[in-house]
């Protein structure tokens, strides 16, 4: 069996001074391995980020956020509202004596009422 030479460095990154190859790297921080180094707090909040310049309050186009920001809305709102009719309608089916063709009507007319109140209204030009 061959025992690990001492004089030569062991594989690894390469981001720091290379261990000697007899040492074994924990996983405390006392033991540290040839392949990860600690980041300091600095370190790693300037990793990504760029130069501070880089963004000005208030001139980004946000067309496409708001546009976003509405269909969302629009999915809660509708999706709310038909989960809530096929609750109702899998509820009275199962749960009471209505049976299938009052639980479907009471469902409709959940659909409708909520369609009338839940429909966007006019805006006053805002």
């Known amino acids: 069996m061959r025992t ?10 390469g981001l720091l001074a290379p261990h000697p190859a007899g040492r074994v790297a924990g996983l405390s921080g006392a033991g540290a391995s040839c392949s990860t180094r600690p980041t300091t707090l600095l370190e790693s909040a300037h990793a990504m980020a760029g130069p501070a310049s880089d963004y000005h309050r208030g001139e980004m186009d946000i067309a496409e956020q708001r546009s976003t920001y509405h269909l969302v809305m629009l999915m809660t709102k509708w999706g709310s509202l038909y989960t809530a009719a096929l609750i109702l309608l899998l509820t009275m089916w199962f749960a009471t004596e209505a049976g299938f063709l009052a639980s479907f009507v009471a469902a409709a007319v959940m659909v409708v009422i ?4 839940l429909r966007e209204k006019k805006s006053s030009g805002h």
């Not at 909520?114 to 109140?117: A, D, F, M």
Request: no cysteine; charged share 20%; hydrophobic share 35%.
């Open 4 to 13: 690990p030479r001492h004089d030569r460095p062991a594989a690894g990154a």
């Open 114 to 117: 909520g369609t009338l109140v």
